[in-house]
């Protein structure tokens, strides 16, 4: 039973170029979460979304970031142009309807140089 | 703002010990969760505990709630190495989301 998958796992970068994370939840899971964590603000909720439609972006940071989720089984978070604090580790969760548990990806390790 | 303070930050123990980390939060809630993490690893959902609810257990894990101090503690008995990890505290209230504590790093010691 296939987990949260993201790609790339690792990304490096130079500043202003565009960056594409993916996701693709568990199969059945109407819920997918865009994470980003570093040392400095821990664990931040970017943008959520529910049956393939945002719910609560309220996370995302600027206009430089985007997220969609054209189907149910894929999402991307785009950053353009990309800048060095954008550097962070970037998970993916998803959960289903009357279940509270978040299933996380492994992450997208981002370093923007 | 992070709705959960966990505490301490950094817990160091040697194997066979327990381990205890505490999350305090701000509003109320419908559940609170845990989730561990392997260092360079996606979280791990470790235990929930709702509202209504004021101890659970699983395995070497016991989770205590108190809404009326919005505590919780989250107990690891007789330790293992392979429980080093960092551990947060998640909180659901209204909505679907969760707000993730700062985390305690555990560190134990064979």
């Known amino acids: 039973d296939a987990g949260v998958i993201q790609s790339p796992r690792h990304e490096v970068t130079e500043m202003g170029q565009e960056v594409t994370l993916r996701c693709k939840p568990i199969?059945?899971?109407?819920?997918l979460f865009w994470y980003r964590q570093t040392m400095m603000r821990g664990l931040e909720l970017l943008i959520y979304?529910?049956?393939?439609?945002?719910?609560?972006d309220s996370g995302m940071p600027e206009d430089r970031f985007s997220a969609k989720m054209p189907n149910a089984s894929f999402s991307t978070l785009k950053i353009q142009p990309s800048e060095p604090r954008d550097s962070a580790v970037y998970f993916c969760?998803?959960?289903?309807?009357?279940?509270?548990?978040?299933?996380f990806g492994p992450g997208t390790r981002l370093l923007v140089l | 703002s992070q709705q959960g303070e966990e505490d301490p930050q950094a817990l160091s123990i040697q194997e066979g010990e327990n381990a205890t980390m505490n999350c305090s939060y701000k509003t109320s809630i419908n559940n609170l969760q845990w989730y561990r993490q392997n260092s360079g690893r996606g979280l791990v959902h470790l235990i929930l505990?709702?509202?209504?609810?004021r101890e659970k257990h699983s395995g070497r894990l016991r989770v205590t709630l108190d809404t009326s101090k919005k505590s919780s503690s989250l107990l690891i008995t007789a330790s293992r190495a392979a429980d080093t990890a960092s551990y947060f505290c998640a909180t659901e209230a209204s909505g679907s989301r969760l707000t993730f504590g700062e985390g305690t790093q555990l560190t134990v010691n064979p």
């Open positions: 979304f529910n049956n393939n439609v945002p719910i609560d």
């Open positions: 969760a998803s959960r289903r309807t009357g279940g509270p548990t978040q299933y």
């Open positions: 505990i709702r509202s209504n609810e």
């Open positions: 199969s059945g899971h109407d819920y």
